[in-house]
Every structure is written in structure tokens, then in C-alpha cells.
């Protein structure tokens, strides 16, 4: 078994670009448990970074972090998934595709080293503060509030706090309203939500990121 978690950024001048359709998995790939890992007990996370092409196919894989004994099952388990492309203006286009496959032994096969051990199913992510995360999360966009009719007629603006949860993928989880004008409260945080992030990382691995987000309202009287 395996754990995926998809982070996606499309290769265009080497800058984060938000993706409307994120590629989806069509294929899966169980990675092999190497014997040698086997016979010597050893467990360990690795972290892989893919380009999943126009055609939903992997062009390319690299090793970003983990035990060196399991980067050769990585590898050529990425090498085998299949994804439905990634779409950016109606147009298939190339993403980078970030990978976990966690790599366990079953207590039976830690205590008989037996050969029927998999990787297995890792799906706890931590939830960290912005401060204790070693790669900060950053804005792909600023936010985009739309302005509530009701401030617009009695003519002033405002500023809204957020409390918000960054996912690991960059896609806002939640957002709740710390303080700001009644007014200005439902649109920020319809904006804090269609917000998205560069990953926060902490250990060459993303994480959930608690986070304070600002919205701003400047008045405009047109």
C-alpha cells in the first residue's frame, strides 16, 4: 500500500502558477519492498518529485529525501503511475508532481522477516504554526474580495483577520474570522478560502500550516 499527497506547480518560467484542474491519479504504482530492506528491518519515507507531462505520462523522476535503500522502488514506481493531465486555459499542460511513498514493515514481518511486507498507508499530516514551519507557505495570488454592496453604500472599507488552515497541497482548509468589521466578514472569507499557497515544508515534507491572513477593503466611491 501507499501514501500519495500531490503538490502542483506548473513548469512555466520556473514559477508557481495556479492549475484549475489538477491531474488525478489514473494508475497507481505499489512500490517493491526491497529485500534488502526487508532482511535488515529498516522502515523510512521517501519523497519523490515527478513531471507528469501534457499526456498524463511521467517524463522524469527525481529523489528528494529518504533512506537511499528504497530510491531505486521510488523511482520506478513513479516511473509506472498514469495520471489524468493537469488543465491550465482548456489546454493540457506539464506539472511537478511531489510523491510520498512510506515504507513500513508489518509487526509480523519485524518480528519473522517475512517476505509479505508493503509499503503502507501513512495518512497523518501535521499541522504546524506558521512560525515553526521551515519553508514558510506563499501566496500563489493575492486575495481577490469582493466588495459588499452594503459597505459600498454607506462608503468606507475595512480590514478583516483571519485565522486559516493552509493544506499541504496549498489549498486553503479552512478560514475563520479572528476580527473586522461585520460588514466585510462573509467576503473575506470566501477570498481567504479561494486562496492557494506554495507548500508549507518542514522536514523535506509538506505539512498543514496554521496561518494569520489579512484582507484588506480600500474604498473606492466607483
Request: hydrophobic fraction near 45%; charge should be negative; include cysteine.
Given at each position: 500500500?501507499?501514501?500519495?499527497?500531490?503538490?502542483?506547480?506548473?513548469?512555466?518560467?520556473?514559477?508557481?502558477?495556479?492549475?484549475?484542474?489538477?491531474?488525478?491519479?489514473?494508475?497507481?504504482?505499489?512500490?517493491?519492498?526491497?529485500?534488502?530492506?526487508?532482511?535488515?528491518?529498516?522502515?523510512?519515507?521517501?519523497?519523490?518529485?515527478?513531471?507528469?507531462?501534457?499526456?498524463?505520462?511521467?517524463?522524469?523522476?527525481?529523489?528528494?529525501?529518504?533512506?537511499?535503500?528504497?530510491?531505486?522502488?521510488?523511482?520506478?514506481?513513479?516511473?509506472?503511475?498514469?495520471?489524468?493531465?493537469?488543465?491550465?486555459?482548456?489546454?493540457?499542460?506539464?506539472?511537478?508532481?511531489?510523491?510520498?511513498?512510506?515504507?513500513?514493515?508489518?509487526?509480523?514481518?519485524?518480528?519473522?522477516?517475512?517476505?509479505?511486507?508493503v509499503p503502507s498507508?501513512?495518512?497523518?499530516?501535521?499541522?504546524?504554526?506558521?512560525?515553526?514551519?521551515?519553508?514558510?507557505?506563499?501566496?500563489?495570488?493575492?486575495?481577490?474580495?469582493?466588495?459588499?454592496?452594503?459597505?459600498?453604500?454607506?462608503?468606507?472599507?475595512?480590514?478583516?483577520?483571519?485565522?486559516?488552515?493552509?493544506?499541504?497541497?496549498?489549498?486553503?482548509?479552512?478560514?475563520?474570522?479572528?476580527?473586522?468589521?461585520?460588514?466585510?466578514?462573509?467576503?473575506?472569507?470566501?477570498?481567504?478560502?479561494?486562496?492557494?499557497?506554495t507548500p508549507g515544508?518542514?522536514?523535506?515534507?509538506?505539512?498543514?500550516?496554521?496561518?494569520?491572513?489579512?484582507?484588506?477593503?480600500?474604498?473606492?466611491?466607483?
Open positions: 500500500m501507499k501514501w500519495f499527497h500531490l503538490t502542483l506547480l506548473v513548469l512555466f518560467a520556473c514559477s508557481p502558477i495556479v492549475v484549475p484542474e489538477k491531474p488525478t491519479i489514473v494508475t497507481q504504482a505499489v512500490p517493491v519492498y526491497p529485500e534488502s530492506a526487508r532482511q535488515e528491518g529498516i522502515e523510512g519515507d521517501v519523497l519523490v518529485e515527478m513531471v507528469v507531462g501534457a499526456d498524463g505520462m511521467v517524463q522524469d523522476v527525481q529523489i528528494l529525501s529518504g533512506p537511499s535503500v528504497f530510491h531505486e522502488s521510488a523511482r520506478e514506481a513513479a516511473a509506472r503511475m498514469v495520471f489524468s493531465p493537469a488543465r491550465q486555459d482548456h489546454q493540457s499542460v506539464r506539472v511537478k508532481v511531489l510523491q510520498r511513498f512510506s515504507y513500513r514493515l508489518s509487526s509480523q514481518a519485524l518480528a519473522s522477516r517475512d517476505s509479505t511486507a498507508l501513512n495518512e497523518e499530516i501535521p499541522l504546524l504554526e506558521y512560525a515553526e514551519v521551515e519553508v514558510k507557505p506563499f501566496p500563489v495570488g493575492p486575495p481577490v474580495p469582493e466588495f459588499p454592496e452594503i459597505a459600498r453604500g454607506v462608503g468606507f472599507g475595512g480590514e478583516v483577520v483571519l485565522d486559516i488552515i493552509i493544506g499541504a497541497d496549498g489549498n486553503v482548509e479552512s478560514a475563520v474570522v479572528r476580527e473586522g468589521p461585520p460588514e466585510f466578514r462573509g467576503a473575506a472569507r470566501e477570498a481567504a478560502k479561494k486562496m492557494v499557497f515544508m518542514h522536514g523535506n515534507r509538506p505539512v498543514r500550516v496554521k496561518a494569520v491572513q489579512r484582507i484588506r477593503f480600500p474604498f473606492s466611491p466607483q
